[in-house]
């Protein structure tokens, strides 16, 4: 049965104006977008969402740079929709990042790494009732 993630296209892509092409190897990957808008993120919404990297050394600087511009939230649906979506975006690091995926192609560094996506089913859910509510997913 097709399932749900969770994307944001991240203020390096959409400054670099690859919403579309990000978007496209998502939908040529099987995924559908279901739900999708463009939002400035607040540093409260940056804090809450990472709350879980808050220990972290990178947290501080990823708050900032998730509010340094714009983002694309997305709900993504298809067939094992967490993983195929990680598939496609790549490793976290570039650097790291197979041939063909958004990251290897699009991604500046390991902060600016133009793609987030849930990794688990279970955070995909918390992370979509984060941005979205029912009635803005269109199925
Ligand atoms: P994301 O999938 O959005 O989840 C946490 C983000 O922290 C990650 O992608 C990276 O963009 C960012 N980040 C910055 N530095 C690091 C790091 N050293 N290790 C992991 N993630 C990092």
Do not use: W
């Amino acid at each position: 049965a097709a399932t749900r993630t969770f994307s944001i296209i991240k203020p390096d892509a959409t400054r670099r104006n690859l919403t579309g092409a990000i978007t496209k190897k998502l939908e040529d990957a099987g995924l559908r977008v279901v739900a999708s808008k463009r939002i400035h993120m607040t540093r409260d919404q940056a804090e809450g969402f990472y709350a879980v990297h808050k220990e972290r050394p990178f947290y501080n600087d990823l708050c900032a740079f998730m509010t340094s511009g714009p983002v694309v939230v997305q709900v993504l649906e298809g067939e094992n929709a967490v993983l195929r979506n990680r598939e496609v975006m790549g490793a976290t690091n570039p650097a790291d990042a197979a041939e063909g995926t958004i990251r290897k192609e699009f991604a500046e560094s390991i902060e600016a790494n133009s793609v987030h996506g849930s990794d688990s089913d279970e955070n995909a859910k918390i992370e979509i009732d984060f941005f979205f509510k029912p009635e803005e997913i269109v199925g």
